[in-house]
Each structure stands twice: as structure tokens, then as C-alpha cells.
């Protein structure tokens, strides 16, 4: 099941379950990982240097991710420099607040997990069910259309209750009702997710020689180390666990943020987003016109108006994100993203899409962990749209493509950026996208309750 070999008869199978394209197979990145085989010569219980490699990736992803909103809206100085200002001073810019805390609960109503030394021998489809999404289930839809929102046959997609949902810090006072959903939504993920951390950290085998049975540096559980910023424009909640005894870096972030930036500036935030590239192409040309012309546009109704580069448009981000790295090499790492973006223009219009996804990163490769995981995925894309996984898989292959190596990163997952809405496709996307968000648990803890004991 580890090693050498090349595409077997199981990873066949894999892709045949799976179906996906030709083009980035399973089959072809379990022997991607395969030929890697970073992991053939290590000996149990011991990170090699590749797993220490991999781990530092993880702690500079976690990092960054921090500090993504700083960043995002370029409020210092210190962020060009890559710190954040709270870093950089002992006091934080005027009109920002900042909390720092240990936690070590975030919610309550999970269910209880079994004792780790029985894990291993649960088959994963059992274990999935601890992970269930608690407060979520699937739209029931055979739909293949990429339009299904608008066909009569449209999936109901559940309601979700707002007095689940965390209370809210960084839109409380927005105008706009969808905004406070999406930070209430993805918060309430972001607790779901940490709080199934903690409970596996604190599940772990509580013995005298736990350090040296899982290779950890400590044999008490990790807590999160909790960083609420908020600004007048915003703000965001991360969260990073270190030197847990079965997570050895974990970072579970939120972002919510409403900024002010010129037009000129959506040049650069074009690419990949026809939205955007057909604006400013279409403001381009009028500009250009008029320049001909010698015209000026009033922009009156039923005129199309021109965009000075230094007019002011508002955008609002709202995100999660995480990246997870266990002390155990045979628990692979994975990373996760979820985004909505939203443009409001001078002249009223309004520009948006969801974005996403996640991938899997095992340091020794299984064909039935790669199954579960891609399986997870794709009966929540499918209950939407039958077309979404295959095409979101192949766009992660190619995304996460290690061109000098010619090979995959991981297992792959799925990825997708530029679900354009309107008013008809909004509510379908974004219950895809949270159904996804609130999934994760489930595709990923499985596989760290099967192997985080593995000698």
C-alpha cells in the first residue's frame, strides 16, 4: 500500500469510482506521490527531513494566513514589510482593537469521540459520522445543469437558523442582511472546526509516554492561541494551535472586511475573473471613444458611463481558511479555503462570486484515504450540480501542478474561483460553497483518528 509502486489495480479502481477526467486522474497522481516516495526510507514514529520541510510550509501558511487581512488592506507600512502592525508596536493603529486569548472551547454539542486506541480500527465511513455537519443537510437534486438554481427542478436548500450562528462582531452594524449571514455562517464553521481540534487533542492518549508514542514535543493537550482584530472597516478572528500532541501546527482564520479602493486598483485583480477583465475592457474602449470623439458621457440612464481610475470603489471580502500539519507523518496535511467577494461600483452595480476549495497533502500515499477524501467531496458537489466535481478536480490539478517536478501537490482535492451570481444563481452558490465549508470536518478527522496513533 506504500512505496514504489507504480498505478496498481487499486488506484484504478480509485479512478474508476470517481470517474473524473483523463486529464489529471487519480490514478496518475497516486503515482505522482508515489515516485516521490518521501517517506520510503523514514523510520516509524520519526519525521524525516521532507516531513520537517512540509511542516514549515505549514507554519509560514498559517502565518500568512494571519496576517492575510493586514495585508488585504494595506493599512501600514509594516504590512509591505510582511508583520503585522500589532507586531511591529506595542500599540495597535488608532480605531483598532485587538484581543488575545487562550481557548480551549468554542462549542459544545459535538458528538463524544471514541478512545484513541480503538480509532484505528474503525472504518472511515463509521468515523465520518462523528463529524457530521451538525445544523446542515444536502439539497436532494440529480440536476446537470451548471444552471440548476433557475430549472423548476431547483433543489429547496435549507434554511439555516441565526441563533446558531456565533454573535456577530465585524458586520453587526451592516445595512446589508447577507453580509451578517456570511460572517455568521462562516464563524460558525470556524468554531465547528476548532472545536473537533480540540476534542482530538484532548481524546489523545493521556499517558506518561504519549511525546514519544506520537513523536510530539508534549503529553498535554494544545490550546489555540486566539487574535480578534477589529477595525472600523472590518476585521478578522485567527486562530493557531502549536505543538499540540497530535496537531504540530494548526490554522483556522476568518476575514471580514469592507474597504474603500480606487478603480484604477481593479486592474491588477483581473486576472482569472472575467467579471472584472470585461468591465475594465468595456470601460477601456468607452474611454477610448470618448477620447475620439471629444464626447464626455453624462452616464445618464440608458448611457454607459465611463470610470475615472481614481474614482472609489467598495469591495467586501469575507473568507475562512486553514491549514492543518499533524505531529504523525502517516496524518496527511491538508489545506482549505472558502471566499466571497463583492464589488459596489459608482454607478450603483454590484460585482460578486464565491471562490474555494480543498486538497489533501498525505506524506504516505493510500489509495482508500485518496477515495474517501475525493468521495466526501463529490457527493456534496453532486447534490448540487453533477458536473461541478470533475471539473473543480481537474482545475486543482492543474492549480496545484509542480511544473519543475511534473507532478501534482498531494492527492489533489478541488478547487474554483469565479462562481459569478446574480439573483438567481446566488442562493445556489452560496449554499453550495457553505455545505462544502461545513463538510470539511467530515472528509478530513477521519483520517487523523485512524492514523494519529500509528506507530
Known amino acids: ?51 520537517n ?7 509560514v501558511l498559517v502565518s500568512a494566513a494571519a496576517l492575510a487581512y493586514w495585508s488585504l488592506t494595506d493599512s501600514s507600512a509594516d504590512c509591505a514589510a510582511g508583520t503585522s502592525p500589532a507586531s511591529a508596536s506595542p500599540r495597535p493603529p488608532p480605531g483598532v482593537t485587538e484581543k488575545t486569548t487562550q481557548r480551549t472551547t468554542f462549542i459544545h454539542q459535538l458528538a463524544p469521540l471514541p478512545p484513541s486506541q480503538q480509532t484505528a480500527e474503525i472504518p472511515l465511513e463509521q468515523l465520518a459520522l462523528l463529524f457530521a455537519p ?81 513523536s510530539a514535543s508534549t503529553s498535554q493537550p494544545a490550546a489555540f492561541r486566539e487574535d480578534i482584530t477589529q477595525r472600523p472597516d ?61 464626447t464626455v458621457s453624462s452616464g445618464g440612464e440608458g448611457e454607459p458611463r465611463v470610470f475615472g481610475d481614481d474614482e ?23 489545506h482549505a479555503n472558502y471566499r466571497y467577494f463583492e464589488f459596489f461600483l459608482p454607478d450603483g452595480r454590484r460585482l460578486n462570486w464565491f471562490a474555494g476549495g480543498s486538497d489533501l497533502t498525505p506524506s504516505y500515499v493510500r489509495d482508500s484515504d ?22 473543480w478536480k481537474r482545475w486543482c490539478d492543474r492549480y496545484f501542478f509542480i511544473k519543475h517536478r511534473q507532478e501534482t501537490r498531494g492527492v489533489g482535492g478541488i478547487f474554483m474561483d469565479d462562481l459569478t451570481t446574480n439573483p438567481q444563481t446566488h442562493p445556489h452558490y452560496q449554499s453550495l460553497i457553505h455545505s462544502l465549508a461545513a463538510h470539511f470536518a467530515q472528509s478530513y478527522f477521519p483520517l487523523v483518528l485512524r492514523y494519529h496513533t500509528a506507530p
Open 1 to 51: 500500500m506504500l512505496g514504489n509502486r507504480s498505478s496498481s489495480a487499486a488506484a484504478r479502481r480509485l479512478a474508476a469510482t470517481l470517474k473524473p477526467a483523463r486529464s489529471g486522474s487519480s490514478a496518475h497522481i497516486l503515482a505522482c506521490n508515489r515516485r516521490r516516495n518521501i517517506h520510503s526510507s523514514a523510520r516509524p514514529g520519526f519525521t524525516s527531513s521532507a516531513h
Open 53 to 59: 520541510v512540509a511542516a514549515a510550509a505549514s507554519a
Open 134 to 214: 451538525p445544523d446542515i443537510q444536502l439539497p436532494h437534486s440529480n440536476s446537470t445543469t451548471s444552471d440548476s438554481s433557475t430549472s423548476s427542478s431547483a433543489p429547496a436548500y435549507p434554511a439555516y437558523a441565526y441563533n446558531d450562528f456565533p454573535p456577530l462582531v465585524f458586520t453587526a452594524t451592516s445595512p446589508d442582511l447577507h453580509h451578517q449571514w456570511l460572517e455568521g455562517a462562516l464563524r460558525r464553521v470556524q468554531d465547528v472546526i476548532c472545536q473537533h481540534i480540540l476534542n482530538i487533542e484532548a481524546a489523545a492518549p493521556a499517558t506518561p509516554n504519549t511525546a514519544t508514542q506520537l
Open 234 to 294: 472590518g476585521g478578522g478572528i485567527a486562530r493557531v494551535m502549536s505543538d499540540g500532541r497530535v496537531f504540530q501546527k494548526a490554522g483556522v482564520n476568518s476575514s471580514f472586511a469592507r474597504m474603500r479602493l480606487p478603480f484604477g486598483r481593479l486592474k491588477d485583480m483581473k486576472a482569472d475573473h472575467q467579471q472584472l477583465a470585461a468591465l475594465i475592457a468595456d470601460n477601456d474602449w468607452l474611454r477610448q471613444q470618448q477620447q475620439r470623439s471629444g
Open 312 to 334: 472609489v470603489v467598495e469591495r467586501f471580502t469575507a473568507s475562512m481558511s486553514l491549514v492543518i500539519h499533524s505531529v504523525n507523518p502517516f496524518v496527511p496535511t491538508v
Open 370 to 391: 485518496a477515495t474517501y477524501f475525493h468521495s466526501t467531496l463529490k457527493r456534496v458537489c453532486d447534490a448540487y450540480d453533477a458536473r461541478y466535481y470533475p471539473t
